[in-house]
């Protein structure tokens, strides 16, 4: 089927120029002069993209882009604009429009970001299928590409029976999108359960992943089955996985190939049924390379590889989530005096290097409704940095790039929280490599 894209210019010859360059592209393309028309066509016919010029007589280009985006949000929104109001085309990509051209401009450049435009719609609407299967889960926004591509490798291999292994920072959303996997699996009636691998000791961990018989230590007064048994049928999250005890490693693998699981002090196994997905912030070969995480167990476990991109990647997501937040912080303090955020406290948001990802943002909305004193939400409220973070100011003395070296690390360091090997991997480093700059300090 050609896609179906409307052209609105009130130079009507301008947007049959455009129009015919379109046809020939395999596009079933309408020109129109009048926006008020155009969007009636939008909410009668299943549009694709809408290509609008931005000044125009009864409806400008932001008010149809907002008409569309309450009617059929779906809808892809390109913006013509002139040299001289380039401001209006930014805000137009603010309010959500795809992207936008200056004129003059070639119709084989339009052509180009029609099929982009189209492409992304597509992802769009299997990430809204997805959504529906799933249900709603608050930390997984997927406005961006970058989590419309991510959810669309959960929806292809949700129904496989075969482990999974997450990456990303700490933070990201990992954890929800583990039960996004779980909950469109076959296995979605049977239990999700979670551990996370660094919070307990050797022995508990062992305890708790695979139980024990009374008796197997002290303090061992009854049998305990065990997570492996309690997630028979469902799913098992092992959250960071690489900081599991090395020498409990073998014995998850033995389970993963065996599908059987011997409690603490048993002579017998238990066959289980269950999916496991493994969670790290940690680069996988990284771990692997410092003895951290075996590699016939990542070998194991990375069958279906997914990497959740950090947020400062993915900022197209940081205003559904603020919506979100918002909805939920004032759900828990219906005494707060705050309703929305004021764009410049936006501004700052978006601007944020956003360390702690979607956890981090999650907090910093509540701590905005709580200070805030009106209804509007500050950037004073926020607490963050006046000004997307800079290194170093490029003024005065010329320094050696040694100099720079450590002073950059310890920058990041700090914006890190003193976290070492985040900031490691951040920098694409090893530790001894951050220890050494640091130590030059």
Known sequence: MKPKVIVVDDKLALAETLVDGLIDQQCDAVAFESAIAALEAVKTGD???????????????LALLDA?????????VIVMTAYGAVDSAVEAIRKGAYHYLTK???VDEL??????????????????????????????????AAMQRVLGIVERIATANVPVLI??????????????????SSRAARPFITINCAALPEQLLESELFGHVKGAFTGATHDHPGLFVAADGGTLLLDELAEMPIALQPKLLRVLEAGAVRPVGATRERSVDVRVIAATHRKPRQAVAS?????????????????????????????PLVEHFLADALA???EARARRFARTAMRRLLDHVWPGNVRELAHVVE?????????????????LDAAPASAMQFTGDVVSMNEIQRGYARWALDRFGGHKTRTAERLDIDAKTLNRWLADD
């Not at 569309?68 to 892809?76: D, E, H, L, V």
């Not at 597509?122 to 961006?144: I, P, Q, Y």
């Not at 990456?167 to 469109?184: M, N």
């Open 167 to 184: 990456t990303g920072e700490t933070g990201t959303g990992k954890g929800a999108l583990a039960r996004a996997i779980h909950d469109a």
């Open 68 to 76: 569309i985006r309450a009617a059929a949000p779906q809808t892809q």
């Open 332 to 334: 828990r303090h219906p």
């Open 111 to 144: 052509v180009i970001f029609v099929r982009r435009a189209i492409a992304e719609r597509a992802l769009r609407r299997e990430a809204a299928t997805l959504r529906k299967r799933v249900g709603a889960h608050g930390d997984l926004v997927v406005h961006s």
């Open 47 to 61: 549009i694709d993209v809408v290509v609008t010029d931005l000044r125009m007589p009864e409806m400008d280009g």
């Open 291 to 319: 003895g951290a995480l075996r590699e016939d167990l990542l070998y194991r476990l990375d069958v279906l590889p997914i990497d959740v991109p950090p947020l400062r990647d993915r900022r197209d997501d940081i205003p």
């Open 367 to 383: 701590r905005g409704v709580l200070l805030a004193s009106n209804d509007e939400i500050s950037p004073d409220d926020l607490g």
């Open 104 to 106: 003059p401009f070639k």
